[in-house]
Each structure stands twice: as structure tokens, then as C-alpha cells.
């Protein structure tokens, strides 16, 4: 009866430990997931091994929520800056365009014509106009039609793009079959846009990965790296603001217009905390 008892005693005992450090381990999860939210980062994935069906339920819907509010903080972001964007596109206009039309006059005039005065009119006329066309584009190219949505086999795609770029060495690992929801003309300009900012880093090549699908969410995640300048630490997280560029001869146009674009279709374009092995940057493209 005596040795019952022990027994009894011992079987409670260890399951008294693991329960406490079972209870352990959610307290360390629940203050690492305390921790992301306080930093803005909602990427976290906390890892349901070793949990009750209760438990696992519960953590799978919050990491699946985290993953929803950083989608929905991106596309407000995206969407704010359109609607800035559109406010200073629509006063530079209105600010430029009487500039060039009085310095075009006066570049017209008898009086004006071989004296002093028309080098330095020349020169506020031509910076106008280079200001007008270059808001004119971008307005032009920031009102996207809306996406057309269709499978689109991606490494058909990327094969394709790979040949409009020649001049780099592409390393495209993704299965034939694999297809994305996506509209194709956007995805193609992303696309696009991504190996002309990796040529302009001087990079000589591109490495295209297909991520490990994660098993508690319908999406793809593509890893698009290149081997050109790395980008300095205080421009990363302004990387996708409009206007903002790394380049002397850069618009900032092409990174947020991709980012916009990949929104539209669902889905969202980030740059990589860590570039993929062999690449010094490397952006992160998610399809729903």
C-alpha cells in the first residue's frame, strides 16, 4: 500500500513539472509576443509544438492575426502616401506650370534673345519643364487601373523577365508548376522594377527562391535577391517612401509603385530582415 502511495506521489510529481513548465513556456511565448507587438513587428510566428489542441488553436489565430494587421498596416501605409503623394503631385504642379510658361515667353522675346538674360532663363525654364514631366509621369503612373486577377505561372514569368535582363546571372529555383493568384502585367512591371534597381546597385546577379510555405496560411512567399550594394542601415525603413531613393540619379518611384501594386493584388512587397546566402539585399514578394 505504501509503495501505491509513493507511486501515486511520484506519477503526481512529474506531472506537476511539466505542467509548470509547460505554464513556463506560454509566459515566455506570451512576453516574446508582448515584446513584437511593442516593437512594431508583426511578423512574429511563436511556434504551437508541444501545446493542447486548445492551445494550439489559440496561438495559430494569433499568429495568423499578427500576419493580418501588418497586411492591414502596410496597405494604410501604401494608401497614405497616395493620397500625399497626390495632394504635393497636384501643388507642384500648380506651382511649376506658370513658371514654365513665363520663362518660355521670355525666352520668345527680341530682347531677351543672345543678351545675358537668356542662359539663366534657359536654365529656370528647362529645370520647370524637367519638374512637370517628371510630375506628370508619376502622377500618370500612380493611378493604376484596377488588378486583373488570373493564375499566373510563375516561373514562366520569371523566365521571361530573366531575358529582358541579359546583363545578369539569374538563379531561379521554383517548380514549373507553381502558380499565383496575381494580375500579370502588375507583377511583371514588379518584377521589372526589382532588377533595374539591382543593375543601378551594380549587381551582377539574381537569385529567385520560393520560401517554405507555412502550413497555417494559403500563401506564397518568393525571395528575390541580388549581389549589389548593400543598403545602408538608416535607409531601410525608408526605402518604401515615395520619393525617397539611395540613388544620385534616382526617383524613388520604383520600390513604392511596386509595393502598391503587389497591395492592389493582395499581397505585399518587403525587404528582407536577411538577405538570402550569397546576396547582399534581397526584397520579400507575398502573394494571398
Not at 513556456?25 to 506570451?30: D, G
Amino acid at each position: 500500500m505504501t509503495w501505491g502511495y509513493l507511486l501515486l506521489a511520484a506519477i503526481c510529481l512529474v506531472l506537476l513539472t511539466a505542467f509548470v513548465r509547460h505554464q513556463r513556456r506560454l509566459r515566455m511565448q506570451a512576453m516574446m509576443m508582448r515584446e513584437a507587438i511593442r516593437n512594431r513587428d508583426f511578423t512574429f510566428r511563436i511556434s504551437t509544438h508541444g501545446m493542447f489542441s486548445g492551445e494550439r488553436a489559440m496561438q495559430e489565430t494569433l499568429n495568423q492575426l499578427g500576419e493580418t494587421i501588418r497586411r492591414q498596416m502596410n496597405q494604410q501605409e501604401v494608401e497614405s502616401w497616395e493620397r500625399l503623394t497626390r495632394v504635393l503631385t497636384h501643388e507642384m504642379m500648380n506651382a511649376t506650370a506658370p513658371i514654365t510658361s513665363i520663362s518660355r515667353s521670355l525666352l520668345n522675346r527680341e530682347d531677351v534673345r543672345g543678351t545675358p538674360l537668356e542662359d539663366g532663363i534657359r536654365a529656370i525654364f528647362e529645370t520647370s519643364q524637367h519638374m512637370s514631366d517628371f510630375v506628370a509621369n508619376y502622377r500618370k503612373m500612380s493611378e493604376l487601373e484596377k488588378p486583373r486577377m488570373g493564375d499566373v505561372p510563375l516561373r514562366a514569368m520569371m523566365d521571361d523577365v530573366s531575358k529582358a535582363y541579359p546583363q545578369l546571372q539569374w538563379e531561379i529555383d521554383i517548380l514549373p508548376e507553381l502558380t499565383v493568384r496575381a494580375d500579370a502585367g502588375m507583377l511583371r512591371q514588379v518584377l521589372m522594377n526589382l532588377a533595374k534597381n539591382a543593375i543601378e546597385a551594380q549587381a551582377r546577379k539574381m537569385t529567385v527562391v520560393l520560401m517554405e510555405r507555412r502550413p497555417d496560411a494559403e500563401s506564397v512567399r518568393l525571395c528575390i535577391g541580388n549581389d549589389g550594394l548593400p543598403i545602408p542601415a538608416e535607409a531601410r525603413r525608408s526605402l518604401f517612401v515615395p520619393f525617397f531613393t539611395t540613388k544620385r540619379s534616382g526617383s524613388g518611384i520604383g520600390l513604392s509603385l511596386s509595393r502598391r501594386m503587389m497591395v492592389q493584388q493582395g499581397g505585399m512587397l518587403d525587404l528582407a530582415d536577411t538577405p538570402h546566402p550569397g546576396c547582399h539585399v534581397a526584397f520579400i514578394l507575398s502573394f494571398a
